[in-house]
């Protein structure tokens, strides 16, 4: 601990952003990292608890006391040689990670949480600048080669493992860009997809091999979004490969099959974000506009709120957000519930940019116009809820209409695609997810010799930290199945 008495001397410091007037004109990134003096202080706030809390919160277990004092010292280069031992891509998690160490943080318990998050930040992006991040090629090659099906978090971070273990690794991606959901799901105003192109590059210049467009399975459809121009046959994997890696992620969204689904008007948020993503990067206009319309968004989580966010800059008139569930409490009964991650009121910086949000609502049908416009969505029906016991319980008379001409669903995905999985005969879980153990002899592998499994494709819908860690622990797997052995960390 660089300053035993920093806690009680400082602040806690907010990385900068950018105003919203001036943000909802572009879709670049609009949070700034803390200076290096600020960065000083967030750093000397951390008490290094004999027990951190932050680490065993953390899902990739960032050894983050450690470089919080590195931070507060000015040991920048030692700050992220710490932080890339646990974690491939802290410039992905420094910007979108919900951030449960801080809320693990015991100086949270009275006072504001250690912003760890924005160290993780300031860290990687100071690394980036001084050319501190370079590619780390194997020395000894072990002529072994794996596929990876999916280049999102969970994929790349197993790739990058595997690669720097010797191992010759090729990963297969049905769209045009490696990232998964990191390009086309997450919205550039989070996430500069110039990262993810950095990233990538290191990752070649280690050995890895992308190969896109190409889709691993038996039919060609799967997911909301695919650009494959060339079909693999598991069969082929199984055959050219001496393992294989599922990470294709959980690409089902959840439906509401109410009257007037197939109205015009009604999208998953994918069908939204993904041609945004594209249009941004330079591609075709998306063809979905909100710009001048009253739009509705299904579902309260990240997805949702990067709907918000989007049609916000494309200049809708009004932007509306329902969610199923009760109104959670402002703050957290920290005594109760820390350092676990708390149920608490989440305002996102795209709820700061307008959106009216209303909660413990149910959608009961999506209604369309008149005459030659009754395939066009011009409503909803919607009706409050009354959660009783866990059970949601219609509230008589509390039916009301609402005015929307684009809605979004948002409501989470429900388990991967399941026709990849069955190509290559793996057993799924209740939930639909590929089976597969995190722990003990035989974690990540499924039920299928020498295929294994990770990220959302097995954990069912997450968060990109999580899917690093999978990332890691199963190339750990992977490498002690081919080996008998292995010294990449879990
Ligand atoms: C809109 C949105 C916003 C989000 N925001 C956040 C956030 O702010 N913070 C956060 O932590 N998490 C967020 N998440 C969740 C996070 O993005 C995911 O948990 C994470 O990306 C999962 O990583 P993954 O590698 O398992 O799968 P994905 O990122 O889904 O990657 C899977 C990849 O596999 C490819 N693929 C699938 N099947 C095949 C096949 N058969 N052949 C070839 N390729 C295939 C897909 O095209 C995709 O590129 C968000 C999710 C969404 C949808
Ligand atoms: S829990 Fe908070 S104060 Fe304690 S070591 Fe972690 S960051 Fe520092």
Known sequence: MGKPTGFLEFERLSEPYAKVSERLRHYREFVGHLADDQAKVQGARCMDCGIPFCNSACPVNNNIPDFND??????????????????????????ICPAPCEA????????????IKSLEHAIIDKAGENGWVVPMVATVKTGRKVAIVGSGPAGLACAQQLARAGHDVTVFEKNEQVGGLLRFGIPDFKLDKRLIDWRAAQLKAEGVRFVTRTMVGTDVPAGVANDA?????????????????????????????????????????LEFLIPQNKEVAGGRKNAISAAGKHVVVIG??????????????????????FELLPRPPECE??????????????????HDEGCQRDWSIATK??????????????????????????????????EFEIRADLVFLAMGFTNPVASVLDGFGVARDARGNARATTDGAGCYATSVGKVFAAGDMR????????????????????????MGQSLLPR
């Not at 646990?86 to 910007?95: A, D, K, L, V």
């Not at 009964?333 to 795209?350: A, D, E, I």
């Not at 011009?378 to 016991?389: E, F, I, M, N, P």
Request: charged letters at 20%; one cysteine or more.
């Open 104 to 115: 693990a943080c015991t100086l949270g318990i009275n006072a504001e949480p250690v912003g």
């Open 365 to 398: 049908a999506f209604v369309g116009g008149n005459g030659e416009m009754s395939g066009q969505l011009k409503g909803l029906k919607c009706v409050r809820l009354d959660w009783q016991d866990g059970k949601m319980i219609e509230v008589p008379g509390s």
């Open 70 to 95: 590195a931070v507060y010292r000015g040991n920048w280069r030692e700050a992220i040689e710490i932080l890339h031992s646990t974690n491939n891509f802290p410039e992905m998690t420094g910007r």
């Open 300 to 321: 309260g989580g990240d997805t949702g709120s990067d709907c918000v966010g989007t049609s916000n800059r494309h200049g809708a008139a009004s932007v509306t957000q």
């Open 459 to 482: 954990r069912g819908q997450s968060l990109v930290v999580w899917a690093i860690r999978e990332g890691r622990q199963c190339a750990r797997a992977v490498d002690e199945f081919l």
């Open 333 to 350: 009964n920290k005594p109760l519930v820390w350092p676990y991650w708390p149920t608490k009121l989440r305002t996102s910086s795209s």
């Open 229 to 269: 121009v060339k079909l693999i046959a598991p069969e082929q994997l199984m055959q050219d490969f001496d393992a294989v890696v599922l990470a294709g992620g959980s690409e089902t969204p959840r439906d509401l099959s109410i009257p007037g689904r197939d109205l015009e008007g009604v999208h998953y948020a």
